[in-house]
């Protein structure tokens, strides 16, 4: 697998020439059009969110479908990482140069890149694009691989409603967004239908534009401290690699983290923090890019909506800690919630 390295932004033009030198295959000819259907078949791509592979979270999950497919089916993986501070610009540089390469499908992971995959998969129209966490843009040549988050982040509430010791539990999410704010909505109510007196401690990182929240731990770590000086024993972040922060911060402390997106209790970066990990709520991206990859390879590529909840498994709550598999009672009241949920009597908010 070829991975493009990190780029300074430097303009559509001069990116793309940069990424086309390292993305690996061969350049389409001048029309836009797609390379052949075996190229295709046999070369896949993944442009990273903020953060980057190593995030510890959303883009190492979406490393891990890639990888799968280039273990499983013999695809040929290429990544591209992302610029610090970069533009929509930047993005079409980065998804054409991927196109242009041969790869099929091409994949940003992250609803950033939704601008960016409208116009480009235009110019590629025999290229499948997959876009994660995004259903804004669509296209017959767009796979949009969408989660029911908030389905996760209500079990995820339960468990800390029943884990905290003192009634009060923290959320932090990394950039106040519709997405984030599906993680908040469905976690505190899941803490609220649990324990109607808990106090859920809300924090988000950043605003947007500014994206930092989703890739500085310094952040999440400062947001988690401020959390448990005010009586916070249980503190979920979705953050991205800011997330990482927060969990540091609880473990130190001695206090329950909940991770999110890739189980994060068998995250080597996070090992050292492991034990403080209670659960991770996790989202299948991995197989949603697997999934992608393979329909194209296949030669009945994926397209429109394609969503992963709670019913499928494709949210969920990760149990890998066995002092979180020893606590049967928290167990017992997320396994039920789980059922209520897929069996309609519980029905999940999707913001606050």
Known sequence: MRRITRIATVGIASAALALSATACGKSS?????????????????????????????????????????????????????PSAGEGDADKVAR?????????????????????????????????????????????????????????????????????????????????????????????????????????????????????????????????????????????????????SGSIEAASTAGKWAIGVDSDQYNQAGLAKYKAQILTSVTKDVSDSVFNLIKSVKDGKPQTGEIRYGLATDGVGLADSNPAYKAMTEVTAAVAKAKKDIVDGKITVKTAP
């Open 95 to 243: 998804l054409t140069a991927l196109a242009r390469a041969g790869n099929n499908p091409v994949i940003g992971v992250g609803f950033a890149y939704a601008p960016a995959i409208e116009k480009v998969s235009k110019a590629y129209p025999k290229t499948t694009f997959g876009i994660i966490d995004d259903t804004s843009v669509t296209g017959p040549n767009i796979a949009n691989l969408v989660f029911n988050e908030e389905q996760g982040s209500y079990l995820a509430g339960v468990a800390a409603a029943k884990t905290s010791k003192t009634g009060t539990v923290g959320f932090i999410g990394g950039v106040e967004v519709p997405l984030i704010k599906k993680f908040e909505a469905g976690y505190t109510q899941g803490v609220k239908d649990t324990n109607p007196k808990a106090k859920v401690l809300v924090q988000y990182l950043t605003q947007p534009p500014n994206f930092d929240g989703f890739s500085k731990p310094d952040l999440g770590k400062a947001a988690a401290q401020g959390q448990l000086d005010k009586g916070a024993d249980v503190i979920y972040a979705a953050a991205g690699l800011a997330g």
């Open 29 to 81: 000819n001048e029309s836009g059009s797609s390379p052949s259907s075996s190229s295709k078949a046999t070369k896949a791509a993944i442009a990273y969110d903020i953060g980057g592979r190593g995030d510890q979270s959303f883009n190492d999950a979406a490393y891990a479908g890639l990888k799968k497919a280039e273990d499983e089916l013999g695809v040929k993986g290429a990544e591209a990482e």
